[in-house]
C-alpha cells in the first residue's frame, strides 16, 4: 500500500434521498457528502494526492487562519497505485 495522506473530514449523516434504510453514516472521500475541514488548496499545503502528510499540517492551518476541526474526524488513506499509475 502506497500512503496518500491525511484528511479531517465530516461524515455525513445518510441523506433522505439515499433509499438505503441500512446506511447511517457517509465516509465519501469526495467533497459531495462528506465535507473537507475547509478549501485548503489555495494554502498549496496538501500532498500530490490533495491529502496532507501529517496532522499537524493541517492543524496548523487551523490555528494560524481560525478554521475550526471540532466535530470533524481524521482520515488516513492508502492506495495500492502510485500516481502515474492513477493517470
Not at 462528506?34 to 494554502?43: A, D, E, Y
Amino acid at each position: 500500500m502506497i500512503p496518500m495522506g491525511y484528511l479531517y473530514r465530516q461524515v455525513a449523516v445518510r441523506p433522505e434521498w439515499l433509499k438505503a434504510e441500512q446506511v447511517v453514516d457517509l465516509y465519501s472521500l469526495h467533497d459531495c457528502a462528506s465535507k473537507n475541514f475547509v478549501n485548503f488548496t489555495k494554502f498549496w499545503k496538501h500532498d500530490g494526492f490533495w491529502m496532507f502528510d501529517s496532522p499537524g499540517i493541517m492543524e496548523e492551518l487551523a490555528r494560524e487562519h481560525g478554521f475550526v476541526l471540532a466535530g470533524l474526524q481524521l482520515f488516513y488513506y492508502e492506495s495500492r497505485m502510485t500516481l502515474s499509475q492513477q493517470m
